[in-house]
């Protein structure tokens, strides 16, 4: 048993050369447009969790969870040869849906405030529209 300093540091380090590997050392055109979001070491570091994001149709998201299954191995010597412990823990690997629950959450709320702006014109002064575009710097930045 690890102490959670020894967890975060290892989870942190599987993440990053996970990411790597999946970059820039896989030759499978399935793997494009994929964000590994976090690691969840097990305690006993058997076993780890690596949370993916696919950005694409339900078609890509099933191509890319074949190819991650099918490159894990792959993956996993990658991974072990930057840990430094006695064992390589096993790769599971798990679709991560928050950006587009996120994402889902944003477009109800415009959609929100705007049938509240449609009632009462001055509600939500403040509010900006999420136009999807990029808002202009602020000031003294470049």
């Not at 014109?121 to 999807?132: I, N």
Request: proline share 4%; net charge negative.
């Amino acid at each position: 048993m690890a102490n959670d300093r020894t967890i975060a540091r290892l989870e942190a380090r599987i993440k990053e050369r996970a990411a790597y590997a999946v970059e820039f050392e896989l030759n499978d055109p399935r793997s494009s447009f994929i964000t590994l979001t976090r690691c969840e070491l097990a305690r006993d570091l058997a076993s780890v969790k690596i949370f993916y994001s696919v950005l694409g149709s339900e078609a890509d998201k099933n191509k890319t969870a074949r190819m991650l299954e099918s490159a894990g191995g792959f993956i996993q010597r990658q991974v072990g040869r930057v840990l430094r412990t006695r064992h390589t823990p096993r790769i599971s690997w798990i679709f991560d849906d928050t950006i587009e629950k996120i994402d889902r959450m944003d477009n109800l709320l415009n959609e929100t405030f705007k049938s509240d702006r449609e009632i009462n014109p001055d509600a939500h002064e403040g509010w900006v529209e999420d136009s999807g575009a990029e808002q202009d710097p602020l000031p003294g930045d470049s």
